[in-house]
């Protein structure tokens, strides 16, 4: 059974820090890994999707790796700004559904 | 740009009440899924649809069932709401199932009393 961990469950750094948030995931076989960002009390908003045959992908100060092999995705951000405080969470996809982690919830000091 | 829109933002009901959630997607998207997310569980799948009038069981249906109708709608229902329901419920949709990503709605935030 797939099982997909976010370590740390909380962070918090000072603006303009770059700061890297792990995902682990126990199956290797999946289809692809999605980063959402989500505001309190609002829906997920997609960041990055990386197919599993792709090692990365970058939009703007976001850049998401993908390791298949040892079932670990990081999301990295760059110059981060109090903006970006949010909770983040990864997603792998299976055949027919998606597993979820709990979530790293990030704050961003100014 | 996707949309997914859901009925309502915030939803107060009464314990045993029949309670319908509405999503819809304007994608043409062939799956559609509900979620209910809860502090320290993080998101668990309730049902998901890939076909007008086909559903599947997710992970934790008890208490649950759905109807899609049509393409672009899939329906929450709770039978008779009880308080162990209170929570965060999401609508995604993706337009082929695991192979790319997923659009979420806002989110109903339903409080069962």
Redesign the interface.
């Known amino acids: 059974k797939q099982e997909v961990t976010q370590i740390p469950a909380a962070l918090s750094v000072p603006e303009g820090e770059n700061l890297v948030l792990n995902c682990s995931f126990t199956d290797s076989a999946i289809y692809n890994l999605q980063w959402f960002r989500q505001d309190p009390g609002k829906g997920l908003t997609s960041l990055l999707l990386i197919q599993s045959s792709q090692r990365e992908q970058t939009s703007g100060r976001l850049n998401a790796s993908l390791d298949k092999s040892s079932g670990r995705s990081t999301l990295y951000i760059a110059a981060s700004q109090p903006g970006d405080s949010a909770t983040y969470l990864c997603a792998v996809s299976g055949t027919y559904k998606y597993i979820f982690g709990t979530g790293t919830r990030l704050k961003v000091l100014a | 740009d996707v949309k ?1 829109t859901q009925s309502s933002r915030y939803l107060v009901k009464r314990t045993g009440e029949k309670v319908f959630l509405e999503c819809v997607q304007d994608m043409d998207h062939e799956n559609m ?1 509900w979620y209910r997310q809860d502090p ?4 668990r ?1 309730i049902y ?1 649809s ?1 076909d007008v009038k086909m559903k ?1 069981k ?1 992970d934790i249906p008890e208490g649950y069932s759905v109807s899609r109708e049509k393409k672009e709608r899939f329906s929450l229902i709770l039978e008779s709401a009880s308080t162990n329901q209170t929570s ?1 419920y ?1 609508c ?1 949709s993706a337009p082929a ?11 109903t ?1 339903l409080t069962v009393t």
Do not use: H
Request: hydrophobic share 40%; charged share 15%; no cysteine.
């Open positions: 997914v899924f320290g569980l993080g998101l799948l998901f890939y599947e997710g965060m999401l995604a199932v695991g192979r790319y990503e997923q659009y979420f709605g806002p989110g935030r």
